[in-house]
DNA sequence: AGTGAGTATGAAATTTTATTTCATAATTTT
DNA sequence: AAAATTATGAAATAAAATTTCATACTCACT
């Protein structure tokens, strides 16, 4: 809570002294933070003990730890929240409204996350042969990102964004073979059948979709990642941006489980780019 | 500025001991605001002198005035830092490091942002003939979640993630038309030639890139979107996230420009979908 | 390897700051 | 108006932070 507000809540239940104190604090928030109890003691013209009573009539521990609260009290705290974007929004605001929602949402992804099932993923992609990334829409993107960090690892992967595409290579697959399925709705019906598909050939099929959707029960592991995206637009925005950190930590995770010898060669992958760049004068 | 990103980012011009103090305050800086000197020091196994010297070297007075900053960092909603992936890291471990650096990096991307420029942007694109968004590696797929979302409004809207056919397509753009040009580096020679060609044949060419880069140079109008990617791991992470939420911002912008009878059609093409998915039982 | 300049570090001393104790003053109750 | 209660500050104490300084370490140069 604010102490802010509690010390003007509060105002009537202090001493006359205490109340000289609080009133200097209301008076100059931000100049109390820099000062010591004697400056602020002076400054109300009464003495130490008072402002430190003060302190902890507010439970608050002492001094410092009350000049704690109202630093914490004086940073504009405004956690990022999902904002919704409003017709008379200006460039500035939607901007705003926008990167503040996505932090939000990657926030609340990360929170519906299981590590130890990333766990389990990551262990099931080291020992796959051969790793698929299915998504439809928007979520093909991120199976098209996955294939490009994938590809880095020198295993063999590959992504469809095509049904028919994505309904053979699942018939194709065999025991070993994992195929990665990307959906936000977990409700789009090729998607579901390619899943049971694979998964009736034996390949492990792990989920990135919605918590308890049709596309979860076809799959042996489900990494769900609950967002709320904002439906007023009628446009993916933060599934698929928490899809995409989700390949980013699978793709770390692949790496670290790996080992150092691995790790460079990515740096000669990266390096083999050098040419095709300006270089950067320094 | 918060504090806690400053600390990573000096993380490498601090010494040994000095680190040791950063990292503990890293992993738990609500426990250090409640610690004195001497608790740190303890914890961190160093001598209090060296606490004082860190905070010193962190442009603050001394402890007590570096937790006063620390605590407001705290304050300040989520003190999300971008925190390098370590070798031995579990699972946990670097989801969490993955997921807070993402979000640090978009809020660093914001700050790079100048909403006068998307304002103009959106001004360029809902006045466009044709729209043509082109990148390669990593930058590709926002070009193509770009398309993905430009599409719905039923603009004239193409993506090409291969050199050739977007030097065809710049070769064949005019007066008019819009290309927007996505690469995190900037340096990428065949983009910057492109946006070139682009530009000579009278495009209108947006960038997306960082600050002062070649790419930078060759456009008519650059959103720059400055971010530190975590270059251990030789694979681009944060700089596509920022990307992608800069394309929603600019679709969003468009979508609010066209007025609300667009915004109707974009339901109908989401609606459009319906019979492709599985029903939500409620 | 050895030497020396420069830097980093911690033990101890000092200073600053906060808290406790306690005597006294102010206020309230009877 | 006396007694009881509460509020207050001076002084003492304790705690915390900072400074000083001697030593250990690092790195560049023989």
Redesign the interface.
């Known amino acids: 809570m604010n102490i802010l507000e509690k010390i003007s809540n509060e105002l009537d239940t202090l001493s006359k002294s205490e109340r000289k104190v609080a009133e200097v604090i209301l008076s100059s928030p931000s100049t109390v933070?820099?000062s010591s109890i004697a400056a602020l003691a002076k400054q109300a013209n009464i003495s130490e003990p008072t402002v430190n009573r003060f302190c902890r009539r507010l439970d608050t521990k002492g001094y410092?730890?009350f000049?704690?609260h109202l630093?914490?009290?004086?940073?504009?705290?405004?956690?990022?929240v999902n904002r919704h974007?409003d017709?008379n929004?200006?460039?500035?605001e939607?901007?705003?409204k926008?990167?503040e929602s996505?932090?939000a949402n990657?926030?609340l992804?990360?929170k519906s996350?299981d590590?130890?099932l990333?766990?389990r993923s990551?262990d099931v992609l080291t020992q796959a042969n051969k790793i698929s990334f299915f998504g439809l829409?928007?979520s093909?993107?991120?199976a098209?990102?996955a294939q490009?960090?994938f590809f880095?690892f020198n295993v063999p992967v590959v992504y469809f964004d095509d049904i028919l595409m994505q309904r053979m290579s699942a018939i194709n697959s065999r025991q070993g073979d994992v195929v990665i399925v990307i959906s936000h709705?977990g409700?789009?019906?090729?998607l579901?059948e390619v899943a049971n598909l694979a998964k009736e050939n034996d390949a492990t099929v792990i989920g990135i979709t919605t918590t308890g959707t049709?596309l979860a029960k076809e799959c042996s592991i489900v990494l769900s990642l609950d967002v709320s995206e904002d439906t007023d637009?009628?446009?993916p925005?933060s599934s698929?941006?928490a899809q995409?950190?989700l390949i980013?930590?699978l793709?770390?995770?692949f790496?670290?489980r790996r080992g150092?010898k691995f790790?460079d060669n990515?740096?000669k992958?990266?390096d083999s780019?050098r040419s095709?760049?300006?270089?950067?004068k320094e």
């Open positions: 933070i820099h410092p730890d000049k704690l630093a914490q009290s004086l940073a504009n705290g405004t956690p990022y974007v017709e929004d200006s460039a500035d939607y901007t705003a926008i990167f996505t932090m990657l926030e992804a990360r996350l590590t130890s990333i766990n990551v829409g928007a093909a993107i991120v098209h990102d490009n960090k880095r709705t409700r789009t019906k090729s579901v049709p637009l009628y446009m925005m698929r941006i995409l950190a980013d930590v793709a770390t995770g790496t670290l150092s790790r990515l740096k992958v990266k780019l095709s760049r300006f270089d950067r």
